[in-house]
């Protein structure tokens, strides 16, 4: 089981600003997803992306997938305070076993 | 439809006590996973249940259990509590589990809350 590196591990920015958070691997990841969790709640799906280089888009949200499939990186554009929570990257082992990254907790202020 | 629900939403425990707690899959889901979480370590593996048996266990003390019936409904148990067993406890359910690499989404339930004083 590889580990999942998030990085920043905290942010707290205003509305409207943009910002990226990242999650990487020594090891070549099969498929990655990103799941978001607010206060109280488990988490929920984002995205799940598959091929090296694919880029998804989710309303203001970006994802990437490095080409190498080492890396991957969530953009989130206008950012509004409805998108605070903790960010997720995991790897979906066999059998619905999730490595789960360390998490990103976003704080989006008004 | 309805979401995957966990019981009880909180608890607290003391030392040495054992602990259950429930989950409920959403309707036609016959994988159920079960995760901690914590401040420190994060998001942890514990174990995945599909039709009734256990498939996959995670790096945890033997203290903690599992079971799944023939509704695909699942309890965990963690025996003998100590103080680092405190976390927020997340049950997952996916109609479907793969032996090979998975993209599938798991729906998570809310968590159940332990407090182990």
């Known amino acids: 089981t590889q580990l999942l590196e998030q990085s920043p591990q905290f942010l707290s920015i205003q509305e409207g600003e943009n910002l990226t958070v990242y999650c990487n691997s020594s090891?070549?990841?099969?498929?990655l997803q990103w799941y978001r969790q607010e206060p109280g709640e488990g988490p929920v799906l984002l995205v799940t992306?598959?091929?090296?280089?694919e880029v998804k888009k989710l309303k203001r949200l970006t994802f990437q997938f490095g080409d190498a499939r080492k890396d991957s990186s969530l953009h989130i554009t206008a950012a509004q305070p409805g998108d605070t929570g903790l960010y997720l990257c995991?790897?979906?082992?066999?059998?619905?076993?999730?490595?789960f990254g360390g998490g990103t907790r976003l704080m989006v202020k008004p | 439809k309805a979401g995957v629900t966990q019981t009880p939403r909180y608890l607290i425990k003391t030392r040495g006590q054992q602990v259950t707690l429930s989950c409920s899959p959403i309707?036609?889901?016959?994988?159920v996973s079960w995760y901690q979480q914590t401040p420190g370590q994060g998001l942890q593996f514990l174990f995945e249940?599909?039709?009734?048996?256990?498939?996959n266990k995670g790096n945890f003390p033997g203290r903690f259990s599992g079971r799944q019936f023939s509704n695909s409904r699942s309890e965990m148990n963690v025996s003998t509590l100590e103080l680092g067993d405190s976390a927020l406890y997340l049950c997952?359910?996916?109609?479907?589990?793969?032996?090979?690499?998975?993209?599938?989404?798991?729906?998570f339930g809310e968590g159940s809350r332990l407090t182990v004083l």
């Open positions: 995991a790897e979906n082992n066999a059998g619905n076993m999730l490595t």
């Open positions: 090891s070549v990841f099969s498929s």
């Open positions: 992306v598959v091929t090296g280089g």
């Open positions: 249940y599909f039709s009734e048996t256990q498939r």
């Open positions: 309707s036609g889901h016959r994988s």
């Open positions: 997952a359910s996916s109609p479907l589990r793969f032996m090979r690499q998975n993209t599938g989404e798991l729906f």
